[in-house]
């Protein structure tokens, strides 16, 4: 676990069935307070619908100001140029990637998403890309992020654990 913000983000991407097909959610969470900074919802897995806009967001919702070591499995999403070049623009960013064929490199994410699967109000196969979007907006945004306790974060919320972890930086410094 990271002990500080900005230190380590984790991303991946999973398969989200709709009455449109399959549609897909990339998260990027900071491993120390475990906050999704950033997401995006997309009905393609082309680099440019999935992690490029949910880096995007995640860099302007929390600002890189020291070494950050971007973590993610070896998905073509991560490995393309396009992506690479984005990181590489900035000088603080190290990529990493999970070994192949292991899972367990990426587990704060994979986690992340089996608490999606599991405490989603609604069944996603119902509903189509506009109203899953509403939904998961919800879920990460208002729930996620502001009120579920998270039991690797003694019980706080992921807000609550950055208001904690940016005290604590700040009485460091």
Request: aromatic fraction near 12%.
């Amino acid at each position: 676990m990271a002990d500080r913000l900005g230190q380590v983000w984790v991303s991946d991407i999973t398969y989200i069935p709709s009455n449109q097909g399959w549609l897909y959610l990339t998260t990027i969470m900071d491993l120390a307070d475990r906050q999704i900074l950033g997401w995006s919802f997309s009905e393609g897995m082309q680099a440019d619908q999935t992690v490029i806009p949910a880096w995007k967001q995640a860099c302007q919702k929390r600002a890189i100001e020291q070494t950050l070591i971007f973590h993610s499995d070896r998905g073509i999403q991560y490995a393309c140029q396009e992506f690479r070049q984005l990181l590489e623009a900035r000088p603080r960013v190290r990529q990493s990637m999970s070994r192949k064929g292991n899972c367990w490199d990426n587990a704060p994410a994979e986690s992340f998403f089996k608490t999606f699967k599991a405490e989603l109000p609604i069944e996603p196969k119902r509903f189509g890309y506009q109203e899953l979007r509403g939904v998961i907006f919800q879920f990460i945004e208002i729930w996620y992020n502001r009120q579920r306790l998270y039991s690797t974060l003694d019980y706080r919320t992921p807000a609550e654990m950055e208001n904690h972890l940016t005290e604590n930086q700040e009485l460091a410094a």
